[in-house]
């Protein structure tokens, strides 16, 4: 046999192995990920998103989400998938699933949701990416590669193969769907919620406050729905169009929407940061919960989540990443990072920063791109050992030297009982007093008049719009 013919029949081998049937479509379907292998994604993956982004803690919306979710998942095309549905202590507005059966919504898109019927419409659609199986698709186009979901991951690809940056990165394969995937969940999500009895005309609704959101928020790299989720074209009008074909052939008078019923669920749900787990102000971020401050450069980005807080100046050429030591002591502390990353020492001191003891490190690590210098230190306070890099590109590196050195020996305890006590922000039900706008409503509920705008989004309406005596409206606790 020639080496022609061998590599035909392995090929022909390859192609009837990988090929099984799409529980949507009915059709054969090519894939390198066999069903076995979507669970094993999920499973493998689920705790990395749940330490990247933290878990919501509320049992009410939490109860809601899995009764709903399981629901929706018993009229689904996979009906004997387990399904797992989370909420993530995340303020961006977004939702996605994992191949396997892992749908999370973050808090942020569950306080934009106004109904039942708009919820149910985005949990139809990525149960339909996982019935679709979207995610074994993207990694027959995808063999070898990484796409990192981050709760805004924004640093320089150099910096990656760090090994504090590198514990964050996601190695999952379907978080950027095709606009075709797109569409078919969107096709989806209006049967599914349809099947479960709710108006999927509110889905379609909910694309314009994305929209919106879209729109104020501008391109600046924080993941929302819309960037993992690419737009298919006149999306708005192709999902009310699905809507009229299926409630057309399942004619009923009670499709539900049940506003009043899901506002009350959200009631005072956080909205935006919860500055518990640290937020900035005047140029220091500050934790009240592990009572720590430390300041920032001007004019660089600050990143908080709730393993690490990543600083990047506008050009992304060096990365100030602060995070815990999961070592007892300093020198176990200093010598994990040596070993964790292959690192050359160049320069080790011992010293105090504000009476704490701490140890300093000058490295270099060779990289893909060139080598990395960095400057770490490693700060003993209470209980806990805090961990300061300070990188750049070797080239580089001695024009943020002094930045580093500046901002890490001003770390420090926080003791200021108005940044200790700062609260969140939460979400507040109100009952409109007297019929008018919504810009009138929101005023006179306390809402400033530079977040009028904001809040109309919120709400899912126009500043405009008109709001009768005693409907309900999203203010702020």
Known sequence: MTTFYRSLLLLSVLVLSGCSRNPVTGKRMFS???EKRELAVGQQNDPAIVQSFGLYEDKKIQSFITQKGKQMGKLSHRPDLEYHFKILDSPVVNAFALPGGYVYFTRGIMAHF???????????????HITGRHGAKQQTRQIGSQILLMAGMIVSPQFRQFSDLASQGLGLLMLKNSRDHESQS????????TYAGYDSH???DFFKTLKRLSAESGADGIPTFLSTHP???????????YTDEITAKRPTKNYKVNRDQYLALIDGIVYGEDPRQGYTEDGVFYHPDLKFQFPYPSGWRVNNMPTQVQIVPSDGKALMLFTLAGEATLDQAFNAQVQADNLQVLDKQGFRVN????????FRQAGQQGNIKILSYFIKKDK???KFHGMAMEQDFGRYENTFVRNFSQFNNLTDAAKLNKKPERIDIITVQQEGTVKSALSKAGIPNDRLNEFAIVNGMELNDKVTRGSKLKALK
């Open 32 to 34: 390198l990920m066999s």
């Open 114 to 128: 106004n109904n039942e019927a708009e919820f149910a419409g985005v949990l139809g659609h990525e149960i339909g």
């Open 186 to 193: 969107d096709q989806l999500g209006v049967m599914y919620s």
């Open 202 to 204: 509110e889905m379609a």
């Open 231 to 241: 737009d298919p074209a006149d999306r708005y009008n192709k999902v009310h169009e």
């Open 355 to 362: 009476g704490m003891q701490a140890l300093s490190g000058t």
């Open 384 to 386: 806990y050992i805090y």
